[in-house]
């Protein structure tokens, strides 16, 4: 029975260190580390390679359940691939031990509340966005089009694929600018 850790960060201007320190402390025995969002399951390689990995017995360690998951969709995925292969989770810095029902019980409990919180910080991003906006601070991105060099093109007789080609822009962002201007 072997003992992994698992670390991951948002982005990379966020230190895996304290994490990967932790779970070698712990006693893991290899630990996979990842630059990732946990908003979703999709791209993570190193937990799935964790996941593929894991035998019977075998127990996979994070340093808290926000660091595997941030949705109950994917911690319920992740949980249940783990459980179907005999593989047990244990998250050093909260009773999370899926070997105990007072731990599955609280690894639920948690869940819910990294999804929570995964809400409410994109509640306040699109808030701020909203605020922004409406004091002309965010303009959003810069057109990728030059919609006059368009309507240029367009007006001496050239069509919406031979402009497109013309501007390396997809046809149906000229076939919108020249919509727009009927």
């Known amino acids: 029975m072997a003992t992994y850790g698992y670390a991951r960060v948002s982005s990379s201007s966020q230190s895996l260190t304290i994490q990967q320190e932790a779970l070698r402390a712990f006693g893991c025995e290899v630990v996979r580390a990842e630059t990732r969002t946990g908003t979703k399951f999709e791209g993570r390689t190193e937990l799935e390679t964790l996941l593929q990995f894991a035998r019977t017995g075998d127990r996979i360690v994070v340093t808290r359940i926000d660091r ?12 249940k691939r783990m459980e179907a292969n005999g593989v047990h989770l244990t998250a050093i810095e909260q009773p999370v031990d899926t070997t105990t029902a007072a731990g599955r019980c609280f690894l639920q409990m948690l869940g819910v509340f990294a999804e929570f919180e995964t809400a409410i910080r994109r509640e306040r991003q699109m808030e701020g966005i909203a605020k922004a906006k409406a004091e002309g601070a965010f303009k959003g991105r810069k057109p990728s089009i030059d919609a006059v060099r368009v309507k240029e093109l367009a007006a001496s007789g050239m069509g919406g694929t031979a402009i497109a080609r013309e501007l390396n822009v997809s046809r149906a962002s000229v076939y919108r600018l020249m919509s727009a201007t009927d």
């Not at 595997?68 to 949980?79: H, K, T, Y």
Request: aromatic fraction near 0%; glycine fraction near 8%; hydrophobic fraction near 65%.
């Open 68 to 79: 595997l998951a941030r949705s109950i969709a994917d911690l319920a995925g992740i949980v």
